[in-house]
């Protein structure tokens, strides 16, 4: 049973690109969720998919967008980028039921330069 | 505003040691979750916890939910070097899709 998936591993960009990162859920799971994560601290909740609609948003600028596809696979996309948007974006699936327990992916690291 | 707060924000401390994390709101969650990461890894499930006063356990650690479920508290036993690691709790709100994350409590087992 594959777990969840994400993909580049690492990225390098520099400011004002665009950038994609891709996710794929674990096995039956219909909910994405993507974090940012800055080195030693908690995640920080971007936005949440379920059939196909952003459900849930954290408190990111509109340049932070994403998707969530038939397959429930998902893309989170960042515009613009930042010196200050350089963290690990962790993806986690889970069922849509009332404990939401995530299960993550091992992250993209994104270096801004 | 942080709605979990989790201390001690870090701890290093000898093998063998006892130890407790702590989780806490003013909020009411409907269930909690304790994650562990690793370096360069995301965060790991270890237990939900639903009901007020709950306590659960796996192997050296003990969760336990607090009664009126605004709080928790991860106790390890014993502590190995492979215990270390980022230790996250996350609650979940009622009529809330998400889960509101503390910051995580860094723990360091010295061998």
Do not use: M
């Not at chain 1, 520099?14 to 994609?20: K, L, M, N, S």
């Not at chain 1, 930042?82 to 993209?108: I, K």
């Not at chain 2, 040691?17 to 806490?24: A, H, M």
């Not at chain 2, 190995?80 to 996350?90: F, I, V």
Request: glycine share 10%; charged share 15%; with cysteine.
């Amino acid at each position: 049973d594959a777990g969840v998936t994400q993909s580049p591993t690492h990225l390098i960009k520099t400011r004002g690109q665009q950038v994609t990162l891709r996710c794929s859920p674990k096995s039956g799971h219909d909910t994405v969720s993507w974090y940012q994560q800055a080195l030693g601290q908690g995640p920080q909740f971007i936005f949440q998919y379920y059939e196909e609609e952003e459900r849930q948003r954290g408190n990111f600028p509109d340049r932070f967008s994403g998707h969530q596809f038939p397959n429930y696979s998902s893309e989170l996309n960042v515009n613009a980028l930042l010196l200050g948007d350089s963290a690990l974006y962790l993806c986690a699936s889970s069922f849509n039921v009332p404990t939401y327990e995530q299960y993550f992916g091992p992250g993209t690291r994104l270096t801004v330069t | 505003t942080q709605l979990l707060e989790q201390s001690p924000q870090f701890l290093s401390i000898q093998e063998g040691e006892n130890l407790t994390v702590y989780c806490n709101s003013s909020s009411v969650f409907s269930s909690l979750q304790w994650y562990r990461q690793e370096p360069g890894e995301g965060p790991v499930l270890l237990v939900t916890v639903v009901t007020g006063g709950e306590v659960k356990k796996l192997k050296r650690l003990t969760f336990q939910f607090g009664d009126a479920r605004k709080d928790s508290s991860l106790h390890i036993t014993a502590a190995q070097p492979g215990d270390t690691g980022l230790y996250l709790c996350a609650g979940v709100k009622d009529s809330n899709y998400q889960l509101i994350w503390g910051a995580g409590t860094k723990l360091i087992i010295k061998p």
